[in-house]
């Protein structure tokens, strides 16, 4: 059988992950060393020198990565956020462009504000689901890049990723994708055009809350050979324990992702008949103004579901404060369900600008417990 044609639960336990030679072990070893005895003077045996530079329990993440998104290149880090700056900085130069989404997370959108802007690099932020509104800001002025999230974290928006390439490779952007809330096995954005995508691994691909992680993955391999030289050169790299972890997780991935959609589904239909619930936001939902596009590009609609409290933000904190098998905490996508009051914490950092959320939302990352449970919970906490 080709490799490339195989399922995506093959691929994710078996894309760069042969028995170990030596051993026999079937599963990847943990390569806890920093350097590598070379077999003379400038040959190193098998490409390996520097544990920075390269490492084998990084590479097969790195492979894996790749086969599942379906790119050339793939890229781990240290974490989602390193990921980000490393890329930033491989494809953007002092006086460039980028328009980002008006309800990006908020730490891509301090990254911008805070680091990328006094470096040069200037962004408009714009509705990632209007193409008008993005093509028009991405004509307003020349842009380098067109970054997006699908779906948006917290809003859920959805992008239309092929649509989106088609604006960005119009004016001469690279179009990258934020593809942690869809993991690879719900969507992936490169086979619609995308020039690179971004995960944090920390969420659905580690998918245990044990592990953070980053990852970037590209089908061209020029642009590819540039994010290793940044990779190597600023070093944020992904440990091989983290590695390790990710990897693991990407091996149950679509069984995960499955469980998710199934409890996030519950979840979002029973918050549209609850009385203190003005808004759900879930792209599963016919009335979503994303999820004709999401049906289109997306295998289901995940696992967050945000919703807004009839009776306002204090409201909204509390019912975070009164769960008890939804624990309150940051991060997203691990096995467990977590809840959060995103104006107050994830996104705290966009306060007073453009991308500020509202603060009544509170966002589910729901997890893989039975469901009858997780709505239990949520009936006593909303009260």
Same mark, same amino acid.
């Given at each position: 059988m080709n490799e490339q044609h195989r399922g995506f639960e093959t691929q994710a336990i078996h894309a760069g992950q042969e028995a170990d030679p030596a051993t026999g072990a079937v599963i990847t070893p943990i390569f806890a060393t920093s350097t590598y005895a070379q077999d003379g003077v400038g040959r190193p045996r098998q490409g390996y020198e520097y544990s920075r530079t390269q490492n084998p329990t990084r590479a097969a993440l790195e492979e894996c990565l790749t086969a599942l998104e379906q790119g050339v290149r793939g890229f781990a880090f240290a974490s989602g956020m390193a990921a980000e700056d490393t890329l930033l900085r491989t494809i953007c130069r002092p006086g460039d462009h980028v328009v980002i989404p008006n309800d990006a997370y908020g730490g891509t959108y301090r990254l911008f504000a805070k680091v990328a802007q006094p470096w040069g690099v200037d962004h408009?932020? @714009?509705? +990632?689901?209007?193409?008008?509104?993005? &093509?028009? @800001?991405?004509?307003?002025?020349?842009?380098?890049?067109?970054?997006?999230?699908?779906p948006t974290n917290p809003l859920l928006s959805v992008a239309d990723i092929a649509a989106l390439a088609d604006v960005a490779h119009e004016a001469g952007a690279l179009l990258v994708v934020d593809n942690t809330f869809a993991s690879p096995y719900l969507q992936q954005p490169l086979t619609?055009?995308?020039? +690179?995508?971004?995960?944090?691994?920390?969420? %659905?691909? *580690?998918?245990h809350s044990d592990v953070v992680g980053g990852a970037l993955v590209t089908n061209d391999a020029d642009l590819g050979e540039r994010l290793a030289f940044h990779q190597n050169s600023m070093g944020a790299v992904a440990g091989p324990f983290d590695s390790w972890l990710v990897l693991r997780g990407l091996k149950t991935l679509a069984v995960r992702m499955e469980r998710h959609c199934d409890n996030a589904e519950r979840i979002a239909s029973f918050l549209q008949a609850h009385p203190k619930v003005r808004q759900v936001l879930y792209p599963g939902l016919p009335e979503h103004a994303g999820h004709e596009v999401a049906a289109k590009q997306m &295998?289901? %609609?995940?696992?967050i579901v945000s919703f807004r409290h009839a009776e306002g933000a204090e409201a909204?904190?509390?019912?975070?404060? &009164?769960?008890r098998v939804f624990t309150l905490a940051e991060s997203l996508g691990g096995i467990e369900s977590l809840i959060e009051h995103p104006g107050r914490m994830t996104h705290a950092s966009a306060? *007073? $600008?453009?991308?500020? +959320?509202?603060?009544?939302? !509170? &966002?589910? $990352? !729901?997890?893989?417990?039975?469901?009858?449970?997780?709505?239990?919970?949520? @009936?006593? @906490?909303?009260?």
């Open positions: 408009t932020p @714009a509705h +990632v689901s209007d193409v008008t509104a993005v &093509r028009a @800001a991405v004509q307003a002025r020349p842009t380098s890049v067109l970054w997006v999230e699908t619609l055009g995308a020039d +690179v995508v971004v995960h944090s691994t920390t969420k %659905y691909a *580690g998918g &295998r289901r %609609y995940g696992g909204a904190a509390e019912v975070c404060e &009164r769960t306060a *007073g $600008s453009p991308l500020e +959320v509202p603060d009544d939302l !509170v &966002r589910l $990352s !729901v997890g893989i417990e039975t469901v009858d449970d997780l709505l239990e919970d949520l @009936a006593q @906490a909303l009260g």
